[in-house]
């Protein structure tokens, strides 16, 4: 049977298909401007934040979404591989300096967290026009609940770091002083 048009299921999954498929395109074409995207998410955020503020309510949802966040910062700053906990003959950190260098790979690389960021603070933010959603709660202790959470779970993932020698962020090209040429025979006869 044939719908409203004479389109059937296959038209209308066809269509749905189509859609999807300009929305991907779309998506990969923002990959290379990673500053747009973080200042649109910062806008969608700062919605969220504003009308969660002017409704006076839906705390459970913000709070949900900051465990959701807390989830993905971990995974954005955790190592591809895990040396605690993963015996694996893929390239590990190096642990000393005469180790080969090998870069940090992400376990959750930025374009994910970004999206997946982006995404949650979207559905969040339809959440707060449901009333299903804004269920009564004493917000403070959510709130400290939370950032006694952020402050062990980073605690934890910095002593990670600092036990393994990473760092999560690329801040350009390597510097290196005076010591490190002294170190490595001299100069390189500038």
């Known amino acids: 049977m044939e719908g409203i048009g004479g389109e059937g299921p296959s038209a209308l999954s066809q269509r749905g298909h189509d859609a999807w498929r300009m929305y991907q395109y779309y998506l990969d074409k923002t990959t290379p401007h990673s500053a747009y995207r973080w200042m649109g998410s910062l806008v969608i955020m700062a919605i969220h934040c504003l009308r ?5 309510g839906f705390y459970i949802v913000s709070y949900g979404l900051g465990i959701y966040l807390l989830n993905l910062l971990i995974g954005f700053l955790s190592p591809l591989v895990d040396p605690e906990l993963e015996v694996s003959d893929e390239p590990l950190l190096p642990t000393k300096g005469s ?9 959750l690389p930025e374009f994910k967290f970004w999206y997946s960021m982006t995404k949650a603070f979207c559905i ?4 707060t026009f449901s009333s299903v959603f804004d269920v009564p709660v004493f917000w403070p202790i959510l709130l400290c609940y939370w950032i006694v959470l952020f402050v062990l779970t980073m605690r934890r993932q910095i002593a990670h770091m600092i036990r393994y020698k990473y760092i999560p962020f690329n ?3 390597q510097k290196y002083g005076k010591k490190a ?4 025979g001299g100069s390189r006869g500038d």
């Open 52 to 56: 969660v503020y002017y409704v006076q």
């Open 99 to 107: 180790d080969e260098f090998k870069p940090f790979i992400r376990r």
């Open 124 to 127: 969040a933010f339809l959440m």
């Open 171 to 173: 801040i350009g090209k």
């Open 181 to 184: 040429s002294a170190r490595n």
